[in-house]
């Protein structure tokens, strides 16, 4: 007879908690943490990262917009910058 030995599972996450870490995890959410870089980001940055196309990236940063959020774009010799401006900034 082979023994075999008992390994506990770690116990699933509580609902609250499973909560908060899929707030944390989503599209809006990397999102908005590339937007408030201090040097912001560039579509060809946020479609690497998503594997997005332009006109999607540009849909994401308009959505974000429709929710408040004040994105200042900037041109660039490389191309368009967009980042978050804080509220505080803004006014």
Not at 8 to 34: C, G, H
Not at 56 to 63: E, H, K, Q, Y
Request: a positive charge; hydrophobic letters at 40%; charged letters at 25%.
């Amino acid at each position: 007879m082979t023994d075999i030995a008992f390994t506990p599972q770690p116990e699933p996450p509580t609902p609250a908690a499973a909560k908060v870490q899929a707030a944390k995890t989503t599209r809006s959410a990397q999102l908005r943490k590339l937007l408030v870089r201090r040097n912001g980001v560039m579509i060809a940055q946020i479609q690497t990262a998503f594997e997005w196309q332009p006109h999607t990236a540009r849909a994401a940063i308009s959505g974000l917009r429709k929710r408040g959020e004040i994105i200042e774009r900037s041109e660039t010799a490389k191309g368009s910058v967009y980042r978050i401006v804080p509220a505080e900034a803004a006014t």
